[in-house]
């Protein structure tokens, strides 16, 4: 037998990106979360009122850095002033920034929706794509917002969306450590099958706002607080 002085070393392996413990990615592991978001909430939608893609598309880029409480109080009289995107294509843009100011980022947002608009109505006959590759030509939208319109209201499963929420409870049930939405939004792919992408990511949207909230976490009762091993939990 070699000693380990003289055993060759192995060549070190890919860093996992998915948990960091053994049975963390495992198949029934995964059944209890998935079995517990549906108890939970077996009816998860979308919290941003709309009623179309193109309301869809413009709620979820007025909720960056915003809650969608809040959009929901802007929105109304919004969608009733400008009513789809030809509206909005015409808009100057100073106009638009003081019917959205109080979402916050209300210039940049103002000049994405505006763009997006353009866009829609002079490259896309005034409907919203439903491709990734084509929403994603859109000003101010990335994976996440395309994610939310292709899967809402569409019902086409692009991947899963990756907000705040999503990325919090990710990390505190070590289904990915990525650094970035986008890392993180891989991982869960490769965890959670296709036909659950879009509800997974509505219900894990709803089980943080309502548990696993991000300075005071209600791991007293959270069901998953079993299987949690979250350096922020309570219990």
């Not at 517990?36 to 193109?54: G, I, M, Q, T």
Request: proline share 6%; aromatic share 6%; hydrophobic share 40%.
């Amino acid at each position: 037998m070699k000693s380990a002085a003289t055993r060759k070393a192995k060549p070190a392996g890919k860093k996992r990106l998915v948990g960091k413990k053994t049975g963390y990615t495992s198949p029934q592991r995964l059944r209890t979360i998935f079995d517990e978001l549906d108890r939970l909430f077996p009816n998860a939608e979308c919290a941003l009122k709309h009623d179309n893609a193109f309301q869809l598309l413009v709620a979820t880029i007025l909720s960056a850095q915003c809650t969608d409480e809040r959009v929901n109080k802007v929105t109304p009289a919004l969608f009733a002033k400008y009513p789809g995107p030809s509206d909005f294509a015409r808009l100057d843009q100073k106009v638009l920034e003081e019917d959205i100011r109080s979402t916050g980022f209300f210039r940049n947002k103002a000049r994405n929706i505006i763009g997006a608009a353009k866009k829609i109505v002079e490259e896309f006959n005034g409907k919203v794509p439903q491709s990734m590759d084509e929403m994603l030509t859109l000003p101010g939208v990335a994976r996440k917002t395309a994610n939310v319109v292709l899967g809402t209201a569409f019902g086409i499963p692009t991947g899963v969306v990756v907000d705040t929420h999503v990325f919090r409870i990710a990390h505190r049930l070590k289904l990915s450590n990525g650094k970035t939405p986008e890392n993180v939004e891989r991982d869960l792919i490769k965890l959670v099958p296709m036909d659950r992408w879009i509800t997974f990511g509505h219900q894990v949207i709803w089980f943080g706002r309502k548990i696993c909230q991000a300075r005071k976490p209600l791991c007293m009762d959270c069901p998953l607080a079993s299987i949690c091993d979250a350096p922020d939990k309570t219990v």
